[in-house]
């Protein structure tokens, strides 16, 4: 069994999805279900005997160590973060108390259920990280792309809170043995991706008539990394990677803010056309935010090399396929965007508590 943190969220639902259509081993997914929680992504799976959703706060030691001597899971994968710029700009106490502070509470429990263990048990745990590329800071346009041996220089109380929790995953596995493992992925996107992101906001935006705002002049630079690629990234890493270790994973697909924003109008303009001009008409640019990074990429060859994985789509099959998914599911982002999920969430959260109540 593997014990998933933030499996409500976007990245972690999807490796949910992924993990149950690959293979029979149950899953704990344990999430606080905050604003960008949504159980609406895990629907197909709620019912499934192989995936037991719990509400909770990863702070919380006392109910992850109950979890954990419960269900005695092999492994923890760590997503569960606050993970948005802008938030964390205007409010930066969360994204220290949950990145840093929640961190450090997991691991805390981790290392304590860990040290329980049988000697075999213990040989085969592991603890794995889920980090960002933001941490490495900022590339120039022409600097070779970050390596895990980067010196780490984050710009936004997001990045810093990350690079924190990354060191002190670090500690934990130099200091206590515990077996860690990191990852640092570049941007992601996909399906059930929160609206508040630059790639579901502009489609959103764009199919509402609304103008698509870009920061500055739009050069920033990030490299995109398909959502289900990064899935079967942290499944390789967790199988193979050896514990103490690093591994970026990127998208190779570097690509302008602005470059991003028109190709979706472009991909807009084809499968839902405007009565009359383009989706690119809507484009406007606004004031650059604090801090804003001018380029972040990361060198992947070492997860390539060791463990044998690299990316199956390029960024232009994988964002039509993504714009696809939110031309189909037009219903979960209207819920999303008019919070209705969120009474979504606490009606089918208790009648699923009560269901398993009842079947214990």
């Not at 933030?6 to 992924?18: D, K, T």
């Not at 002049?217 to 490299?223: E, N, S, V």
């Not at 499944?235 to 990677?241: D, I, K, N, P, T």
């Amino acid at each position: 069994m593997v014990f998933i943190t933030g499996g409500a969220g976007f990245i972690g639902s999807n490796f949910v999805l992924n993990w149950l259509a690959q293979n029979d081993e149950p899953v704990i997914n344990f999430d606080k279900l905050t604003y960008a929680g949504n159980l609406n992504n895990l629907a197909s799976v709620m019912q499934d005997s192989r995936h037991v959703f719990v509400k909770g706060d990863i702070g919380d030691t006392v109910q992850v160590a109950t979890l954990f001597a419960k269900y005695k899971p092999r492994a923890v994968i760590h997503f569960a973060a606050e993970s948005h710029v802008d938030r964390s700009i205007h409010g930066p106490a969360t994204f220290v108390n949950t990145n840093i502070n929640g961190t450090f509470a997991l691991l805390e429990a981790a290392r304590g259920y860990w040290n329980s263990l049988s000697e075999t048990e213990r040989a085969i745990f592991r603890f794995l990280h889920v980090s960002t590329d933001e941490v490495y800071g900022s590339l120039g346009v022409n600097d070779a792309p970050f390596t895990e041996s980067s010196p780490y220089a984050p710009n936004s109380p997001y990045s810093a809170s990350k690079a924190a929790s990354d060191h002190l995953v670090r500690s934990y596995g130099r200091t206590y043995d515990l077996p860690t493992l990191t990852t640092n992925s570049s941007n992601n996107y996909g399906a059930y991706h929160f609206p508040e992101k630059l790639i579901p906001l502009v489609i959103a935006n764009a199919r509402a008539g609304k103008p698509l705002p870009i920061y500055g002049d739009g050069q920033q630079i990030r490299d995109w990394l398909y959502v289900n690629d990064h899935c079967a990234a942290i499944r390789r890493v967790l199988e193979a990677g050896r514990p103490g270790e690093v591994y970026n994973v990127g998208g190779c697909n570097e690509k302008t803010n602005l470059d991003v924003v028109c190709t979706l109008c472009d991909i807009l303009d084809q499968l839902d056309p405007k009565q009359a001009g383009s989706y690119r008409d809507q484009i406007i640019f606004v004031e650059d935010r604090p801090g804003h990074d001018r380029r972040y990429a990361v060198d992947a060859r070492k997860i390539e090399r060791e463990l044998g994985w690299r990316p199956m789509e390029n960024f232009y099959t994988g964002i039509r396929k993504t714009v696809q998914w939110y031309l189909n599911n037009e219903d979960w982002v209207r819920d999303v965007q008019s919070g209705a999920y969120l009474k979504w969430i606490e009606t089918n959260y208790n009648q699923y508590v009560s269901m398993r109540e009842v079947a214990n």
